[in-house]
């Protein structure tokens, strides 16, 4: 089982270009979430997705949307990319429970130039 | 809002001593607490978890953290720590709609320094 999967692991895009971070996971969660990791920051929560079909915002929705595709795929859209969302971008999911355990991909590093 | 604080954001430790990383969390109802590790270039690893029960949890790699309500802190210790253990750690805690887990708010991280 490859557990929760991201690609691309490294992207470059100029300020204005479009693209999507997909996110697959074969453990058969309920839950998904896309965070973003900055330098003294921590992550936050962009968005999440608590079961297939709805999506929710978390602390730092602007400039990105979501799709959750199916139960396996919740992919991550920037539609036009600014220097401020240069960050590493987690999607990691659940079973869906407060207390359940969070698996975490393996993170895609995004430079906007 | 639930919020989370690591008030340390570099800490040195000999190897062979003892560690102790520490976490404040300010959350309305009973929280779910979570300990990470992240070693540099790597996604998040589970170290353990608290959402009831005995107050004193033990994770894996040799850690273990005690819950404290009254000091509303979940601490995350080692008897002994190894070079191994240089990486950030982070503390989270995880809120609960009733409809599907939120997502976890995270503390800013640790970053542990080992010294030979």
């Known amino acids: 089982n490859a557990g929760v999967t991201q690609t691309p692991k490294f992207q470059v895009l100029k300020t204005g270009q479009s693209m999507t971070l997909q996110c697959a996971q074969d453990m058969n969660h309920n839950s998904m979430y896309w965070y973003r990791q900055d330098p003294g920051m921590g992550l936050r929560l962009i968005y999440y997705s608590a079961s297939e079909g709805t999506t929710d915002k978390g602390e730092v929705p602007n400039g990105y949307n979501v799709s959750r595709l199916n139960k396996r795929e919740f992919s991550l859209r920037l539609e036009s990319a600014a220097p401020s969302q240069t960050s590493v971008y987690f999607c990691?999911?659940?079973?869906?429970?407060?207390?359940?355990?969070?698996?975490f991909g393996p993170g895609t590093r995004l430079t906007v130039l | 809002a639930q919020s989370v604080t690591q008030p340390d954001i570099h800490i040195t430790v000999s190897e062979g001593a003892s560690l102790e990383l520490r976490c404040n969390y300010s959350?309305?109802?009973?929280?779910?607490l979570f300990w990470y590790v992240q070693s540099p270039g790597q996604g998040l690893q589970l170290l353990l978890k608290?959402?009831?029960?005995?107050?004193l949890v033990q994770g894996i790699k040799g850690f273990e953290a005690e819950f404290k309500r009254s000091q509303s802190s979940f601490n995350l210790r080692k008897p002994s720590v190894h070079w191994s253990d240089a990486a950030e750690y982070f503390c989270a805690v995880g809120a609960w709609s009733g409809g599907g887990a939120d997502g976890l708010t995270f503390g800013k991280g640790t970053h542990l320094i080992i010294q030979p």
């Open positions: 990691a999911t659940s079973g869906g429970q407060g207390w359940d355990e969070q698996f």
């Open positions: 959350y309305g109802a009973t929280p779910y």
């Open positions: 608290y959402f009831s029960g005995d107050t």
